[in-house]
């Protein structure tokens, strides 16, 4: 018994260790003195190297570690047994951090002018939420327990004088809450966020990028929700405003119906071939208009991108936008009232050397800079001069 208790205590001491880089139980050795430490000195893991975090963040079990303390936590969600096509998005999490490495959240782009640590705010990898793989409707729950539990945590309050409060104007009790980007996970994942965010802020707006609407009535009445039908059900809950936005829209339809039903949720559309004959400019004022100060909830089903550039994911369908098209939207949204993002259907089972997974990561730094940003960054200037926000 003594035996087992000691070697949990080394194993707990041994995790907490190595995620957290606080001293392990026992006695530490003086490691300066050894042949690696004397010879090269303190050394940092390699963007190839070390545990699996987002960017190399702080890694905590969030749910299960009372010291956690953040202002924008990334929470995976490894869930993919409400899809209708090809499964596979409970690795997504485990693929949008593998696609992460190589970047480094204090590291600006001439794009941004700026970088995700720079304005300020405290980011944490939450880790994943263990969901049973077994029974959807205990998943749910446990999904909406979790976004829940975080929620209501305490902000830290930043790591700079950059950081600026977000959410407290419009929580419905007046205090500041953490904002969560989710990694998924098949898309049904947004329905129990949804039901938590509606606790904290009430009805708010959605700001939805993906091939498919996700507005789909329930294709049976016992088994209503999935990954194609959760807008539906969100509005029958009334979780969301009327004042929600489509990007990127290129799916097949049943028929205009598809598109009066879509409204009736509360949804604007705008298709894939908007870019090509309305322009950037105006696909980002549209969103912008439509949203206007409400809070937001921004979810991006990575099939938005064209297949070339996202292979993995469960419902591919030909034909959509680069990568560099949609960080150039994603720029122009900054400054909306973002109450929490998540990116979806990342399946890198079909993938072909880590592209999805890296545009994954991709997305989800301008994510973070796009969440902290009061206003869309200046364009850069020339070549080589500097952007106005550096
Ligand atoms: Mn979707």
Redesign the pocket.
């Known amino acids: 018994m003594a035996a087992i208790f000691v070697l949990l205590l080394f194993r707990a001491g041994w995790a907490h260790a190595r995620f957290t880089g606080q001293e392990p139980l026992g006695i530490p050795i003086d490691v300066s003195t050894e042949p690696w430490t004397s010879k090269f000195g303190p050394q940092v893991d390699l963007g190839y190297t070390g545990p699996l975090s987002f960017s190399h963040l702080p890694y905590s079990r969030c749910l299960d570690d009372g010291l956690a303390r953040f202002d924008i936590g990334l929470l995976g969600f490894p869930f993919d047994t409400t899809t209708s096509y090809r499964p596979g998005a409970r690795f997504g999490p485990f693929a949008i951090r593998s696609g992460s490495r190589r970047q480094g959240l204090a590291r600006s782009t001439l794009a941004w002018g700026t970088s995700p640590e720079e304005e300020g705010a405290a980011i944490l990898d939450c880790g994943d939420v263990p969901l049973s793989a077994y029974d959807n409707v205990k998943a749910l729950d446990q999904m909406e327990a979790a976004y829940s539990t975080l929620l209501a945590r305490p902000v830290q309050g930043g790591t700079s004088a950059a950081y600026k409060p977000s959410t407290a104007a419009f929580a419905l009790d007046g205090k500041e809450h953490p904002r969560l980007v989710t990694l998924g996970g098949d898309?049904t994942i947004v329905l129990p966020i949804l039901r938590a965010l509606h606790e904290v802020y009430g009805p708010i707006s959605v700001i939805h990028f993906?091939?498919?609407l996700?507005t789909w009535p329930p294709f049976s009445v016992d088994e209503p929700v999935t990954?194609?039908t959760f807008f539906t059900v969100a509005a029958a809950e009334g979780l969301m405003t009327n004042t929600s936005i489509h990007a990127g829209i290129r799916c097949k339809m049943n028929g205009f119906s598809d598109i009066e039903h879509d409204e009736s949720v509360g949804f604007q559309v705008i298709s894939t071939e908007d870019i090509d004959d309305y322009g950037i400019a105006a696909v980002i004022n549209t969103i912008r208009k439509r949203i206007g100060k409400s809070p937001v909830y921004l979810s991006l089903?990575i099939?938005v991108l064209d297949p070339g550039y996202a292979p993995a994911t469960g419902?591919i369908e030909p034909g959509g936008w680069t990568v560099r098209e949609v960080k150039r939207i994603l720029r122009g949204l900054s400054g909306l009232n973002f109450v929490g993002a998540d990116i979806?259907?990342v399946a890198p089972a079909y993938d072909s050397a880590d592209i999805t997974g890296i545009a994954a990561a991709d997305i989800v730094y301008d994510f973070l800079a796009m969440m902290q940003l009061p206003s869309p960054p200046s364009p850069h200037v020339g070549p080589f001069s500097r952007a106005k926000h550096v």
């Open positions: 898309h993906d091939a498919h996700d990954h194609g089903d099939d419902t979806v259907e």
